[in-house]
């Protein structure tokens, strides 16, 4: 089971930070994805917890950072520099991944490779 939480409403330029907790294994690939309105959903920044590795999409690189708390079995993602088309649904997810190349490709689309899901949470930028 994988619970988001920490997304809010903020002004362009702010800076949220979301977790994922995860209860149980789900695999050693951590993505974060969002969706906005009328849009398909894609793949923001994701983990490979067993290395650290970590990759980003190009339209956020520099500005956020997914982390990784493995005593909390946590994921991080800090949002720096919001722009309003940061706004969208947040979920966060884990999947099965042989290795941390694997993760980014697979966090790189969609996410349909992904196996377990957190329920979403609502990132709003204006």
């Not at 720096?80 to 947040?90: A, R």
């Not at 980014?104 to 689309?109: E, I, N």
């Amino acid at each position: 089971q994988l619970v988001e939480s920490g997304g809010d409403s903020v002004q362009d330029g702010g800076s949220l930070k979301l977790s994922c907790a995860v209860s149980g294994y789900g695999g050693p690939c951590r993505g974060w994805f969002r969706q906005a309105p009328g849009k398909e959903r894609e793949g923001v920044a994701s983990v490979y917890t067993d290395t650290g590795r970590t990759n980003y999409a190009d339209s956020v690189k520099g500005r956020f950072a997914i982390s990784q708390d493995n005593a909390k079995n946590t994921v991080y993602l800090q949002m720096n520099s919001l722009k309003p088309e940061d706004t969208g649904k947040y979920y966060c997810a884990a999947a099965h991944a042989s290795s941390a190349r694997v993760c980014s490709t697979v966090a790189a689309g969609t996410g349909s490779a992904f196996a377990y899901w957190g329920q979403e949470t609502q990132v709003t930028v204006s």
